[in-house]
């Protein structure tokens, strides 16, 4: 099995809103990425969590604030956004380590945000 | 240097024709290249993915073609589906280093199969 799992599908905010994404996999993966994905481009990475801490983060706007509270779950805070920011928001993961398909992220259906 | 430069940024094909993509890097360290299919409202999907030490790999109507040499790959979909329709992304991505599960994506193809 090869699914990760985002909540909620769509997402209508306000720019004063405090809101959250959810993502979540049981494949037993160490690492979990946050991608953001505008029309017709490809997925843009913003954060990377390996071993459930932060590993990478594309300086991404502190708007958003991602939490990994365990290895299976991936959390995105989402606050004070523009409408820029609307976009489909992209939950991956993969086994995190080198060799054979250790690098194979694996996406979730993703959340579409719409801030205004 | 990070860049994967994808071409043809769209493409028609007819039923049952042959669907090509190519990509090309500068990047030598990179050393995994997935291909991703995405259709439209939903997440990217893994279709096939190759490591630079084979020249070739194919799954069904999807082969990948590797050229070290000259830095490029290929997806081709043989006998392609109206329900191929859909955009292809190439990546890569290298096993080490700072960089290490960063996927570098191309600009994406979008595929339009006529029946």
């Known amino acids: 099995d090869t699914e990760v799992t985002q909540t909620p599908k769509h997402l209508v905010m306000g720019m004063t809103n405090k809101k959250s994404l959810k993502c979540e996999q049981h494949?037993?993966?160490?690492?979990m990425y946050w991608y953001k994905q505008k029309a017709k481009k490809p997925p843009e990475l913003m954060f990377v969590?390996?071993?459930?801490?932060?590993?990478i983060n594309e300086s991404v706007p502190s708007r958003f604030s991602p939490e990994c509270p365990n290895s299976s779950l991936l959390n995105l805070h989402l606050h004070a956004l523009q409408p820029e920011d609307s976009a489909l928001y992209l939950c991956?993961?993969?086994?995190?380590?080198?060799?054979?398909?250790?690098?194979?992220?694996?996406f979730g259906p993703g959340t579409r945000l719409l801030v205004l | 240097q990070q860049q994967v430069k994808q071409s043809p940024q769209s493409l028609i094909v007819q039923k049952g024709g042959i669907s090509i993509i190519n990509c090309a890097y500068e990047?030598?360290?990179?050393?995994?290249f997935p291909w991703y299919q995405q259709f439209p409202g939903k997440g990217p999907a893994l279709l096939i993915a190759?490591?630079?030490?084979?020249s070739e790999k194919k799954e069904g109507r999807f082969t990948i073609s590797f050229n070290k040499s000259a830095k490029q790959f290929s997806l081709h979909i043989m006998d392609s589906q109206p329900g191929d329709s859909a955009t292809y992304f190439c990546?890569?991505?290298?096993?080490?280093?700072?960089?290490?599960?960063?996927?570098?994506f191309g600009q994406g193809t979008i595929l339009t199969v006529h029946p």
């Open positions: 991956a993961s993969s086994q995190n380590w080198p060799g054979q398909g250790g690098q194979t992220q694996y």
């Open positions: 494949m037993g993966h160490r690492a």
């Open positions: 969590y390996s071993y459930e801490k932060l590993s």
């Open positions: 990047n030598t360290a990179f050393d995994y």
């Open positions: 190759i490591r630079p030490d084979v």
């Open positions: 990546a890569a991505t290298m096993n080490g280093g700072t960089s290490y599960g960063k996927l570098t």
